[in-house]
């Protein structure tokens, strides 16, 4: 984890037990470096997306702090466009007050519903306190499985 947005700038891997494959991409939105950098990112994201078959759920990270922004909701069209399943992850959680918390997390659950390929709810997450982290395990575990996420 950092505190510095844009630190992942390559395509990696994570074999989760040879049942599930983690893959962490580059990001889109707001990072700390060159613009052209971050259109090469997007480009190599975009690319490792298409096509994929076995692809089962991308999970989307939101900034808490932030809620969804304009980058992200034209990400969510894109995903809708290519019907590539996603859950939208709430991020640094407890940064945020707890009624704040419960607004954003109720307007990006609402926001879910509008869109085709998104998953009908939200996880709001702290990797710091590791609230979320359980039932976003438990999500991508019932993937694994190829049980039901709800």
């Known amino acids: 984890m950092s505190h510095t947005p844009g630190r992942t700038q390559q395509i990696n891997f994570f074999d ?3 049942r599930l494959m983690l893959v ?11 613009k052209g950098a971050i259109k090469d990112w997007t480009r190599l994201a975009d690319r490792f997306l298409r096509g994929r078959v076995a692809l089962k759920r991308i999970a989307l990270l939101i900034d808490a702090r932030r809620g969804l922004m304009a980058g992200d909701r ?5 995903f809708d466009e290519r019907a590539v399943s996603y859950l939208m992850v709430l991020t640094k959680a407890d940064a945020v007050k707890p009624p704040a918390l ?6 990006v659950r609402e926001e879910a519903t509008q869109h085709v390929a998104a998953f009908p709810d939200a996880i ?3 990797a710091r306190t590791g609230a979320g982290i359980p039932e976003l395990r438990a999500h ?4 694994a499985l190829g049980a039901p996420t709800r």
């Open 16 to 18: 989760l037990g040879h």
């Open 24 to 34: 962490d991409l580059p990001g889109y939105g707001y990072a700390e470096a060159p």
């Open 74 to 78: 034209a990400i969510m069209t894109g």
């Open 102 to 107: 419960a607004r954003t997390l109720a307007a």
């Open 124 to 126: 709001a997450t702290s």
């Open 140 to 143: 991508f575990a019932a993937l």
